[in-house]
Nanobody
């Protein structure tokens, strides 16, 4: 069982920055692919960025060049640095862990609100 706790959300003006963090409990963090997703009101949840156990990274097109995902296996954390934020980035951001060894298991955090507004 893995528990994920996100932090770092808030209200920011357009062009500003935020850093989201996701702390994972339990052991074997390094065998989980980690991702950030977001869900805006009235829209489906969408992938923002993912970092695999081997360090492969992929971003949704609209955040490329503005967002950076990273992980620290020693601290069981994954972060999302968000720069040059836009109003359309407003959403609840969720952390997701996908186990890559043995039985496939997926875990979600509770989400953190990011609001970009002047």
């Amino acid at each position: 069982q893995v528990q994920l706790v996100e932090s770092g959300g808030g209200l920011v003006q357009p062009g500003g920055s935020l850093r989201l963090s996701c702390a994972a409990s339990g052991n074997s963090f390094s065998i989980y692919n980690m991702g950030w997703y977001r869900q805006a009101p009235g829209k489906q949840r969408e992938l923002v960025a993912v970092i695999t156990t081997g360090g492969f990274i992929n971003y949704e097109d609209s955040v490329k060049g503005r967002f950076t995902i990273s992980r620290d296996n020693a601290k069981n954390t994954v972060s999302l640095q968000m720069n040059n934020l836009k109003p359309e980035d407003t959403a609840v951001y969720y952390c997701k862990a996908t186990k890559t060894v043995g039985l496939r298991q997926v875990y979600w955090g509770q989400g953190t609100q990011v609001t970009v507004s002047s």
